[in-house]
């Protein structure tokens, strides 16, 4: 009988799992495993809401397993030990999983393949979370895209070429192991990790993604025209479900694509800068730390700690601002539109080092992605590849009107500025040094002068171009 171990990583689910789909194809048995990342956890908070939403996720996919008579086994350790030792004592003959492909992951995955060799336990791995990996999509001269609009047309070329990349896996799952040493149920995985629960603002695991993805095809149609609002249907929501895996990359891409065509170019187009920053983070590791442009790494940055904690509050005088920054403390969620707001007011308002703003997201977004979150910040600091032009400066007047036109997610989130009708609540310190007294509203001053700091900020930028 062959045994085979399917490790489950960042794509928590059963359906659609190009992995899993394999091990089953080869295999007699199925075993699955999660290991809770010693290396990871040690680098979170304790109050971290992501190891929540795994954790219910993971709970979620243990019921359906036993439907089948199986569970899962969990782990918490080091992957480079458990995976060899669960092996071993499982009986396999080999391992399955799908490539990550940030540097951790990277190096991880082949210690865990060499010690596996020494073991005489074979490996596979696959492509899974993206429909193509760093070097499928090149230039004719087979170098890297640097800007956006040829990578994403040469990715839709080659796309359409080979649609079969959008068809789902199937699965036989009646060969799910029976015998399973870890069982799921009988250990507070939670209490283990060292981590305590915390209340999620959106639901855990795939049933939750499947709610998602069937309210936004209702609203697929009108995306080109309101993903930029801040309403709670404007944009598609899904993000938290791919980056943990609840749903795949080819079930959502399938909302865009129909019988080899396009129908909803703007979707998709946003579903090709994910890979195209996944793209520039393998081929150019470098901006992990430093900008893709170097000469920006010349930039003193005269922002200090009272202009970043302000913004990291959301106390920092500028409504959609702090709006959008205490949505981000209390849910781990962020519209796009409002991710380049505030990564623009800290870095060329506030002229605070992208890098600190960066951290901070890291820390704090449900969808944390290393490529795209760099991408996303070395983009709004005009530091990255094909990013927006260092004289281009969000004003976040304008931004909110446009935006969010009649306050609504001002009013939620900053509830004491509610009372203000939609002229008055994007800027609510023009109106005189006693206004708000006489409502009786208790809000921060502006930290700083907008006008100014864009001309401050210019010539930072200018001085390191210089």
Not at 325 to 339: D, E, I
Not at 344 to 350: E, H, N, Q, R, V
């Amino acid at each position: 009988m062959k045994k085979s171990l399917v490790w489950i990583r960042r794509d928590i689910r059963l359906i659609d799992h190009t992995a899993l789909s394999a091990a089953i194809a080869e295999s007699d048995e199925v075993h699955l495993v999660f290991i809770f990342d010693e290396k990871i956890l040690q680098k979170l908070p304790a109050n971290d809401r992501r190891v929540t939403f795994i954790h219910e996720s993971l709970r979620e996919l243990n019921n359906e397993l036993t439907n089948y008579n199986s569970e899962i086994n969990i782990l918490f350790g080091d992957p480079v030990e458990e995976i060899p030792k669960l092996t071993k004592k499982i009986g396999v003959q080999k391992v399955f999983f799908n490539r990550d492909y940030e540097k951790y992951a990277l190096n991880r995955d082949k210690k865990v393949t060499t010690k596996l060799k020494e073991m005489d336990i074979a490996t596979s791995s696959y492509r899974d979370h993206v429909i193509f990996e760093a070097s499928e999509v090149l230039k004719k001269d087979n170098t890297p895209y640097k800007v956006f609009t040829p990578y994403k047309r040469a990715w839709i070329a080659r796309f359409m070429s080979e649609f079969s990349r959008a068809k789902l896996f199937r699965a036989n799952h009646q060969k799910y192991a029976q015998d399973v040493p870890h069982r799921f149920s009988k250990t507070d995985w939670m209490k283990k990790t060292g981590f305590g629960p915390q209340e999620l603002s959106i639901e855990a695991g795939r049933k939750g993604a499947l709610k998602v993805l069937e309210r936004f095809k209702k609203n697929i149609g009108t995306y080109h025209e309101t993903r930029n609002l801040l309403e709670e249907t404007s944009t598609s929501g899904l993000s938290p479900y791919i980056r943990h895996g609840l749903i795949s990359i080819r079930e959502v891409l399938s909302l865009g694509v129909k019988e080899n065509a396009i129908i909803h170019e703007t979707f998709v187009s946003e579903l090709v800068w994910r890979e195209f920053y996944q793209m520039i983070l393998s081929h150019f590791p470098v901006v992990e730390k430093s900008s893709f442009k170097p000469q920006y790494d010349a930039i003193k940055w005269a922002g200090g700690k009272k202009e970043l904690v302000a913004w990291q509050k959301g106390e920092t005088g500028y409504p959609i601002v702090d709006a959008g920054m205490r949505c981000l403390n209390q849910t781990g969620l962020m519209p796009n539109r409002l991710r380049m707001v505030t990564a623009s007011f800290l870095c060329k308002t506030l002229l605070v080092d992208w890098k600190k703003g960066e951290k901070y997201f890291a820390e704090k977004l449900m969808d944390f992605d290393l490529a795209s979150n760099n991408g996303g910040w070395q983009w709004s600091s005009s530091t990255g590849c094909d990013a927006q032009p260092y004289f281009r400066i969000f004003n976040p007047l304008s931004q909110s009107q446009k935006f969010d036109p009649n306050g609504d997610f001002i009013r939620k989130w900053c509830p004491e500025l509610a009372k203000l009708d939609a002229k008055q609540i994007h800027q609510p310190h023009a109106y005189g040094p006693l206004f708000l007294i006489e409502k009786d509203i208790q809000y921060p001053m502006p930290v700083v002068d907008y006008s100014s700091k864009r001309v401050e900020a210019l010539a930072m930028y200018k001085s390191a171009l210089k």
